[in-house]
């Protein structure tokens, strides 16, 4: 429960913030810190009679909006979004995040990528001094179903460290992304990295991979809620000027 209101409080502070008359089309994530951030978004729209579109990053995205009563669009639609909003795995002091713990990177990027400003909601504790301190499952990968095992080979020969496909929980076989691809889990080594803008780059250039869940300079703000309800909000200097 006090993650529950961490998330809740982190959720609704940024959409108190960003939400407004100026915001036009914005970016819907996924996971369960968006869930709360659509509630309020869609109270707002309401109560302020907004006319405010919305472009979802996966199909559950796309449930909330609709379910909420909020207007659903797309990227075909629209590529130049005001705002997105999203949670993330795990958020460093340089404002890299990962992305990709359930499954939906690729649509993530691509809605983040296109918006002038993207915002990350989270529990404080997914705040951490360098990337992989607290989230240990590795960086998320999509790759095309016929290259994963070249490309689990040749991350693990250019950079070390172990990769593993991702399984289904209810089924036996690989995870399949909206996308109908696999998902790698690169588990590396954090004290060995301190460049993860060249990271990001190499896995990108290995043939087979779709997209990776390292959002490199990416991140305008980013609002973290504790177990009392308070959150705190880091604003990034390389990208708030």
Not at 10 to 23: D, G, R, S
């Amino acid at each position: 429960m006090p993650t529950n209101l961490a998330k809740e409080s982190a959720a609704c502070a940024a959409v108190n913030e960003q939400i407004h008359n100026n915001v036009r089309i914005i970016g819907i994530g996924s996971g369960s810190t968006i869930i709360p951030a659509v509630k309020r978004i869609a109270e707002i729209v309401q109560k302020d009679n907004l006319d405010l579109i919305c472009v979802p990053t996966s199909l559950q995205a796309r449930e909330l909006i609709l379910s909420n009563g909020l207007k659903l669009s797309s990227l075909v639609e629209h590529q130049e979004l005001d705002l997105a909003i999203d949670g993330a795995d795990e958020i460093d002091e340089q404002f890299n995040c990962i992305k990709g713990g359930g499954g939906c990177h690729t649509q993530e990027k691509l809605v983040a990528f296109c918006s002038k400003k993207f915002i990350v909601v989270a529990d404080e504790k997914k705040w951490s001094k360098r990337l992989g301190n607290t989230w240990t499952k590795g960086i998320p990968i999509e790759v095309i179903p016929i290259a994963y095992k070249i490309t689990k080979k040749e991350i693990e020969k250019q950079l070390g460290g172990e990769v593993i496909v991702r399984e289904g929980t209810e089924k036996l076989g690989p995870v399949l992304t909206d996308q109908g691809n696999f998902i790698l889990d690169w588990k590396f080594d954090a004290s060995k990295i301190s460049n993860w803008s060249d990271i990001n780059q190499t896995l990108k250039m290995i043939p087979g991979v779709v997209e990776t869940g390292l959002f490199v300079n990416m991140i305008y703000k980013v609002y973290l809620g504790n177990s009392e309800g308070k959150v705190e909000v880091k604003t990034n200097p390389a990208i708030s000027s």
